[in-house]
T-cell receptor, first 114, second 113 residues
Framework: DAMVIQNPRYQVTQFGKPVTLSCSQT?????MYWYQQKSSQAPKLLFH???????NEADTPDNFQSRRPNTSFCFLDIRSPGLGDAAMYLC?????????????FGQGTRLTVV | DQQVKQNSPSLSVQEGRISILNCDYT??????FLWYKKYPAEGPTFLIS?????DKNEDGRFTVFLNKSAKHLSLHIVPSQPGDSAVYFC????????????FGTGTSLTVIP
């Protein structure tokens, strides 16, 4: 089945140790998003790619970076994770302006910082 | 600043009755609205959407109503079933100005058998 796949489902990292979360999609969608969701809060958009164009939200900390080497893959890099970065990280895709108007989500990666 | 708001964190409804989940937004540029359903430890799954050119959209037991003047939308589930128990997120986008989807904080719906 075509889908959005996030790896790993659960990630434990040490305080200050760089960590990378990955997302792949078989939908061939041109837009990919990274959201951060903390308990009982709204998913917060960190950034998105429209094709190769990177779009950062104004309030996304510099500690968060992203790479999209090709259409199928997108990575979230946290350079120096702090305790406040523990959250669920959600990857999503959409195909805006081609008739697909909703975002499709992966199952998320639960990040724990110790 | 939260552009999409869901002011009811939780809702309990008897099986067979109507569930009404509410959502308010502040950005008048939003022109497309979506509802997502989320089970624990899973990503949100798309449920139903509505364009700002409409005021109602139905899909089976799910109906979304949009009141643009009040910047308010609601999701009606009739009849409610125990399997509908989940967190429901309202989301909005401004297609003319970008690709972003902005989410509310969610409403946890419990349908009591």
């Amino acid at each position: 089945d075509a889908m959005v796949i996030q790896n790993p489902r659960y990630q434990v990292t040490q305080f200050g140790k760089p960590v990378t979360l990955s997302c792949s999609q078989t939908l061939n969608h041109n837009v990919m998003y990274w959201y951060q969701q903390k308990s009982s809060q709204a998913p917060k958009l960190l950034f998105h790619y429209y094709d190769k164009d990177f779009n950062n939200e104004a309030d996304t900390p510099d500690n968060f970076q992203s790479r999209r080497p090709n259409t199928s893959f997108c990575f979230l890099d946290i350079r120096s994770p702090g305790l406040g970065d523990a959250a669920m990280y959600l990857c999503a895709t959409s195909a805006r302006f081609t008739g697909v108007t909703e975002a499709f989500f992966g199952q998320g990666t639960r990040l724990t910082v110790v | 600043d939260q552009q999409v708001k869901q002011n009811s964190p939780s809702l309990s409804v008897q099986e067979g009755r109507i569930s009404i989940l509410n959502c308010d937004y502040t950005n008048s540029m939003f022109d497309y609205f979506l509802w997502y359903k989320k089970y624990p430890a899973e990503g949100p799954t798309f449920l139903i959407s509505i364009s700002s050119i409409k005021d109602k959209n139905e899909d089976g037991r799910f109906t979304v109503f949009l009141n643009k003047s009040a910047k308010h939308l609601s999701l009606h589930i009739v009849p409610s079933q125990p399997g509908d128990s989940a967190v429901y997120f309202c989301a909005a986008s401004a297609g003319r100005t970008g690709n972003q989807f902005y989410f509310g904080t969610g409403t946890s719906l419990t349908v009591i058998p």
